[in-house]
Structures are given as structure tokens and as C-alpha cells.
């Protein structure tokens, strides 16, 4: 049987296994937000870092790239490695993904998405909403084993532009960081 995975935040442009084909796609009624928060990546328990997640949205779409992994040996690989490194996402869901804005049937349906919830009594590290300059700040000062926060920021903006998605939440939070850090100079 074959496993399909949906990467809307670094997995986009780091899978870090091996899969037999990537697809571009969305998925509907959902957005991503800078809520998660990341002690573990691109933040530290006293510093934490923002990371993405999705958060229901009705009339949003969330673009990102769908993996298939068809061999069973692959799929443990997979699920093995996504089990650490998606550990602070405390849900999974799976979810259709559509390629085409106009399309009423999806591209593929079951596709398995790490989702944050914003229940802090499972997930201890969701950080919830704030203003762009404070989240923006945020990104500024945390820095974890996997690099700066504002790295992992930039990259998700740089992904999300090749893939062709102009994601208005991601831009504004990175040109807040790269204003806040010209006047830094």
C-alpha cells in the first residue's frame, strides 16, 4: 500500500527520506501559522523557536508538497524518521490534497499531515497567536540544534516562492524580521 505524506512548513524543502515521487498541492479549509512553538529544532525550552503548523480556515488553502512512499521499507524509514523530528506535533490527520484551485475531486485523498494542536494540555510547546513584530522578534532570538529560527523562516519563504505560493502570512513575518534586523545594524 502506498503512503503519502503532506509537507507544508520545512518538509517542503527538506524531506529527509526517501520517497518515489513529490507532488505540489494544497489543502483545503486550512492555513499555516507561525503558532508552534520549537524547543527542540530552531528554539531552546528558554528561547523557543516559531514553527508552522495549520489551523482550520474556512476558504484557505495551504500549499505545500504531498510525498509518495511505496516500498514498506521506505515507509518505516519514513515513519521512523518524521516520528522524531515531528515530535512536538501531537496530531495527524490525513486529508485530501487537490492540485488544481478549480478542482472539486482531489489529487489524493488519505494523505497523512503533522498538524500542532492548540490544546495545551497535549501540546505543551503551541505558543498560539501574536502580532507579527512580536512573533517576528521571537524569530530574531531563537536559535536551536537545527539553526536560527530566522533560517528556517527565510527557507520556508524561499520554498514556498519556487513552488509558486505567495503565502501572505510567511512573507509579512519575514520582511518584519528583515526590517527589524536592518535597524539592528
Known sequence: MV?????YGSLIWKAGFPFD???VCFIKGYRRVFHQGSTDHRGTPEYPGRTVTIEPAEGEVCWGVAYKISKKEDQE???TYLEVREKQYDKKAYLDVFSELTATTPAISGVMVYIASPDKNVNKNYLGPASVEEIARQV??????SG???DYLFQLEKALLQIGCQ???VMDLANE??????EQE
Open 177 to 182: 524580521v528583515r526590517r527589524i534586523l536592518s
Open 167 to 169: 503565502d501572505k502570512h
Open 148 to 150: 536560527p529560527n530566522r
Open 77 to 79: 524509514i519514513a515513519l
Open 3 to 7: 503512503m503519502w505524506v503532506f509537507g
Open 140 to 145: 530574531i532570538r531563537a536559535e536551536g540544534p
Open 21 to 23: 515521487e513529490s507532488v
